[in-house]
């Protein structure tokens, strides 16, 4: 089967794999990988696929949003996938979680618009309890501060004329913002995969993004490297239970 906006022959994709925003962060995580091929790229989807252990992983970018996101983990899914990591970027609600810290994604509060057009509002958005375990795990036992908890999928970036709901989402206690994880677990939930996230978090959601956002720092880099290697880690855990 060919999955037309991939771009990318079905058969050629393993059970498992790595997804992420930016086609250059799939670069650098194919890069950590043996026998690293790459299949295709085609507008914002970028994706390699390579093995690490004698697991075979797909690592696809899917771009900044929900809508164009959803339509990657859709034909990752179609095309056989299972299992998905998403390694992306937020901005903290909380100063225990500073910049360089990681997060682990147990839910996504669904501030976006892409999935009200698939379920109903009280349809959660959770992740794979195996994989929160996994990724939280594995983070745990690298330096640093790692957290586990609620984020929120929010649609814009830079503020318009209306408030951010960032101050009640604080306040309820979720950690950290970003811009996907919400389709990836509604849309993993609905075809029958699992899926789970993991978050270099790159500064303060409250913060003048306009003025102040820079996911490029050294602290930043670091961060991403541990968790795409966090991620790699719980993908072939996860893989080598499968097999057991
Ligand atoms: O670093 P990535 O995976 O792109 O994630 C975050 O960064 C982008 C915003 O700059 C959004 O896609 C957001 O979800
Ligand atoms: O969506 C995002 C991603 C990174 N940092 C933020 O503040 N927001």
Do not use: W
Not at 13 to 40: H, M, S, T, W, Y
Not at 125 to 145: N, Q
């Amino acid at each position: 089967m060919f999955l037309p906006i991939l771009q990318v022959n079905a058969e050629d994709l393993p059970a498992q794999g790595i997804v992420c925003g930016d086609p250059r962060r799939a670069k650098l995580i194919a890069e950590k990988l043996d026998n690293a091929r790459e299949l295709a790229f085609s507008r914002e989807y970028r994706v390699f696929v390579g093995e690490r252990d004698g697991v075979q992983m797909v690592v696809a970018s899917h771009g900044v949003g929900s809508p164009g996101a959803a339509v990657c983990f859709e034909e990752l899914i179609k095309g056989g996938v299972k299992t998905l990591i998403r390694v992306g970027t937020a901005g903290s609600y909380t100063t225990e979680a500073p910049s360089g810290s990681l997060i682990v994604s147990v839910a996504a509060a669904r501030e976006e618009g892409l999935t009200r057009q698939l379920v109903p509002a009280g349809f959660p958005a959770v992740a794979d309890s195996k994989i929160v375990d996994a990724l939280y795990e594995i983070a745990s036992a690298t330096e640093g501060i790692v957290k586990k908890g609620m984020t929120v999928t929010y649609d814009a970036f830079f503020a318009g004329v209306l408030e951010f709901p960032h101050q009640a989402y604080k306040r309820a206690g979720m950690l950290a913002v970003e811009m996907e994880i919400a389709a990836l677990y509604v849309v993993a939930s609905l075809r029958g995969a699992r899926a789970g996230a993991i978050l270099a978090i790159d500064g303060y959601a409250d913060a003048d993004l306009a003025n102040e956002y820079d996911p490029h720092t050294e602290t930043v880099s670091r961060a991403v490297e541990k968790e795409i290697e966090v991620a790699i880690q719980a993908i072939v855990r996860l893989a080598k239970e499968e097999r057991e």
